[in-house]
């Protein structure tokens, strides 16, 4: 049973453009909600997290929403770059200290 | 500057050798470390829980006797693969959990290939 479920499986945009990476959940225990960007051959790395308790966050050009209601979650990179080509992992977890579940991943490529 | 370490980086080995993987927190004292597995355009499949001073915790149908996990300090945590073949073959991620509300930070990996 995946429990949590990312879309789409690959992304491609222009320069400057706003990639959105789409993620849902099941289980209601969920309180933790990270994105990571992984490059090859390298660990993910935290981009953003969020909890339940707001709707959105913004970090930079990364911004999460969260709908709770929906059990949905979002990826949105503003003015993406070259730089950003990577994959990117949605994860869930009941607090950030308990093992994460993560989504299949998405591999964006933004082109120049 | 990197808050986990990963050791090696790469390793390649024949079969039925065993290898031993390091994770170390820097700076900080991880409370729990994670070990994941990752084959090539896959996700992230966590493999088991340790915690410093007890037994790990594996996921279901991950072999106990194959992967040996220590959590000796709350700074270092191995993963051996015991008896290694080619289907062990793989990327190797650790994390650690410094408690509260800090997020997890992994280290750079380790890729594993067993000829």
Same mark, same amino acid.
């Given at each position: ?20 990476? %789409?993620?849902?959940?099941? %289980?209601?225990? *969920? ?9 090859? &051959? ?6 953003? +997290? ?9 970090? &930079?050009? *990364?911004?999460?929403?969260? %709908? ?14 070259? &730089? ?6 949605? +994860? ?12 299949? &991943?998405?591999?964006?490529?933004? %082109?120049? | 500057?990197?808050?986990? $370490? ?11 050798? $065993?290898?031993?993987i ?7 004292? !991880?409370?729990?470390? @994670?070990w ?19 037994? !790990? ?9 194959? @992967?040996?996990i220590?959590?000796? #300090?709350?700074?270092?945590?191995t993963l051996t693969?015991? #008896? !290694?073949?080619?289907?062990? $073959?793989?990327?190797? /991620?650790?994390?650690? $959990? ?14 594993? #290939? /067993?000829?």
């Amino acid at each position: 049973q995946q429990q949590v479920k990312q879309s789409p499986q690959s992304l491609i945009v222009q320069k400057g453009g706003i990639p959105i990476i %789409n993620c849902a959940y099941e %289980n209601t225990a *969920f309180d933790y909600f990270p994105w990571y960007q992984q490059f090859p &051959g390298k660990g993910p790395a935290l981009l953003i +997290a969020i909890r339940p308790d707001v709707s959105e966050k913004k970090e &930079g050009r *990364f911004t999460i929403s969260f %709908n709770k209601s929906a059990k949905q979650f979002s990826l949105h990179i503003m003015d993406s770059q070259p &730089g950003d080509s990577a994959t990117y992992f949605c +994860a869930a977890s009941r607090g950030s200290n308990y093992k994460l579940t993560f989504g299949k &991943g998405t591999l964006l490529t933004v %082109n120049p | 500057g990197a808050v986990v $370490s990963q050791h090696p980086s790469r390793v390649i080995c024949k079969s039925g050798t $065993s290898v031993k993987i390091e994770c170390r927190s820097l700076d900080f004292q !991880a409370t729990t470390m @994670f070990w994941y597995r990752q084959f090539p355009k896959q996700s992230l499949m966590l493999m088991a829980t340790s915690n410093e001073g007890s037994k !790990a915790t594996y996921e279901q149908g991950v072999e106990k006797d194959k @992967f040996l996990i220590n959590h000796a #300090s709350l700074t270092l945590s191995t993963l051996t693969v015991t #008896s !290694a073949h080619p289907e062990d $073959s793989s990327f190797y /991620i650790c994390s650690a $959990s410094f408690g509260g509300f800090q997020p997890q930070h992994f280290g750079d990996g380790t890729r594993l #290939s /067993i000829l």
